[in-house]
Every structure is written in C-alpha cells, then in structure tokens.
C-alpha cells in the first residue's frame, strides 16, 4: 500500500492511500475471515463454513465494504505510526474512491490538534490595567436585604400591605353578570413595583373581602387579563383568600448559625458586612477581569497569534451548545418547532451564528492556553480552577500598573532629558 500525507489548507492533513490489487486481495481475505466467523450453514460448524461458501451467502457490496473499511483504517494505522509526529485527532471524512489500472486511490481528511501560530513576540509587552473593584453601600445594603427575604417568616393577617403577599381568586363576568373564566393570583412585592394597578386595587383590602373593577384590558397588567379570546369580560371580581406578610428576620447569633453553621467565621453583623462586601467585590473583580482578558485575547487575535480550528472540535462544540439549547427548548422537538417559526433563512442564520462563536470560544482557548504555556503560568492541569489562568495571565501582566493594554505601534513618553 502507497500512502502520500500533504498538509491540508487547514487544521487537517489530505491522505491518500494507493491500493493494489495485492492489497484488495488481501483485504478480502480478512473480510471473509471476519464474516466467517458469525455464520452458520447446516452441515457446517459455526465459524467453520469454507471460505468460498462464505463469499456466496454474503452481499458483494457488504464484502466490498469491508474490505476497504480494513484498508483503509491498515492504511490510517500505518500513517499515524509512521508520522508520530504529527497529533491526529478524530475521524476521516471526505472519504473519496477513484480507480486507476488496476489500482483504487483513495482520498481522505484527518484533522490535526490544533496549533497557535505567533506571528512576532510583541505581545509580550502588552499589560493590563490595575482591576480595583469595590463594594458600594447601596450593593451591600441590596445584598443584605435579598439575604433577609430568603429566609423570612410568613405570617397570617387580615390586611393586605405593601410588605404582604396574597393569593388573589379572580372571575371574569360578562355584561350579565355570568362568569366567562377564572383564574388564581399571587400578589406580592414584584407585583407592586413593576405596576401601580396593583398598589392601587389591592393594598389595604381585607382577607376574603369580594370586590370589582371594570374589565378594561388596555389598563391591566397581562396576568389580571383572561385566556380566553372569546370570553368578553366586562368586569373582574376578586377576593384576597389568603394573606401574609413578609417578616424579615433579624440580624443575631442565632440567625446567623442558622445561615452559615457553627463552623463558619461570621459570627456578628459586622462580619456578615464584611462577607457581604468581599463576595460583592469579587464577583465585581471576576466580570472586570472577564473583560479585561476578553480585550487583551482580541488584540492577540487580531495582531499577534493565530489558530485554525479543526472540523472535529467544532463540530463537537456546535454539538454540544445544540444539546443544550434543546434542554432548554424543553426537547428536540420543540427546538426544532420554534427554528421553522423562524423560517428557513433566520434559522440557518442563528445556526450559523451558534458555529461561529463555538469558533471563536474554541479560538480563544487555545490562544489563551498558548499564552500561559509561552508565560509558563504555574496552572493545575490536573484540577483546573474557574479563572485560574485568567488570573494567572492578570497577576502577570498587571503587576500592580495602572496601565491600559498598550496597541502595537502606540508611543512611549520620552524620558525628561537629565540637566
């Protein structure tokens, strides 16, 4: 078998295996074996039944099939061996078949791993500016009420308040007073802030006290309008069936155990603060560093570096990113439902616009692990941390400078000549 390896235009090597009619002939023989093996023919043990018996009862596409299936993976193995060199990944495709003599040629693609081509070693003096993310008081005081709402009491009243939340029963009466469709409501704090109807019409009405208000859709919020399109409402009637208001529990020992345990440091209010205010900055110093590293891999990618990304990992990548779209579809079905309530060309467009940022994603990865490598970042491979290199490439490139990444070509400020 002849084989000829040329690198492709892309992440992928072209192969071509020439095979004689030696080669076929041999091939056949393993295929035969191979079918060989799982046939029985009465008068004949199974795995036993002569070779040329074999040959008649199988299909000669089937057996032509696997012949050039085994000459072709004999022909792969061969090459991988024999270019160690060179790391092959994933599966041929673009399998092509052309005869010539008596010989078949046959042409393939396999991707390569892919590789980060630096262009020049400037960007080594690239730097990022200092991150200083602080906590206001608003955010912490924001943070320290949510902390309080998770874990409030609820307890029975007779009057709905802005600080309540009430189960709302509603029917929908036509012009003579028959009930046209029902439904249940839940009032409480977003209600109230995302629309005045709701201040308006329920704040300060009594536990089971029934009411009405005129049906005009225009003025109501989406969730007090019926379902039903032909149901011609003209009035609502509620009454409020249960009604609670929010205790929001106070800052002590005891609540503070409940919260976080006995192992815990916050131990008082002062350092719940504290706590608060360093998760806050945090958080705040992850998406400026996100950022941060998002501007310096674009201006490598734009200037300094370069990958191509094989077919197999994007594709594995755009599959992976469908799957996940589809979960929260609810399904295969329903995505498929809302891409042809699209059309035809929005959805190519937005399947299109999935592959090129798994593209992109996939690109600033591997530069991203070129950086760290080139920097020699001392990275766990083995337990990789969120933002690790992230922050790696930040304590590197920052050091404490209150500097903006410099572009290629921009001038340093001459140094004040010496008297």
Known sequence: MQKKVAKGTGAFYDIELTLSADDYAKGKEKALKWFQKDLSLPGFRKG????????????????????????????????????????????????????KGDDTVVSLKLDIFPEVITKNKDWTSLTMKTISPKATKEEIDEALLRLKKNYADYVDTDTMTRQGISKVSMSFLDKDWQEVDKGILYVGEQEFEEFPFFVDTFVGKKKNESFTIPYKEKDLPPTVQTKKADSKPTTIAFVLTDIKNVVLPEINEETLLRLFGKESEVKNEADLLKYIDESISTQKFDTELIKEVEDFLKIIRE???????????????????LENLEKRFGGKEKMNAYFKQMGEEKAKKFVDDISLAASESLEKFFILQKIAEELKLDINREKPVDLEIERKLYEKLSAGKSASIKEEGEKKPKKPAKK
């Open 303 to 321: 200037k300094y570096m370069e990958v191509i990304i094989p077919q197999t990992l994007l594709s594995q990548e755009v599959r992976v990113r």
């Open 48 to 99: 036993f039944v002569p070779m040329h018996l074999v040959e008649e009862q199988i299909q000669p596409e089937y057996v032509s099939m696997s012949i050039y299936e085994h000459l072709i993976n004999k022909g792969l193995q061969e090459v991988v061996t024999e270019e160690s060199s060179i790391k092959f990944i994933g599966e041929p495709y673009d399998v092509k078949q052309d005869k």
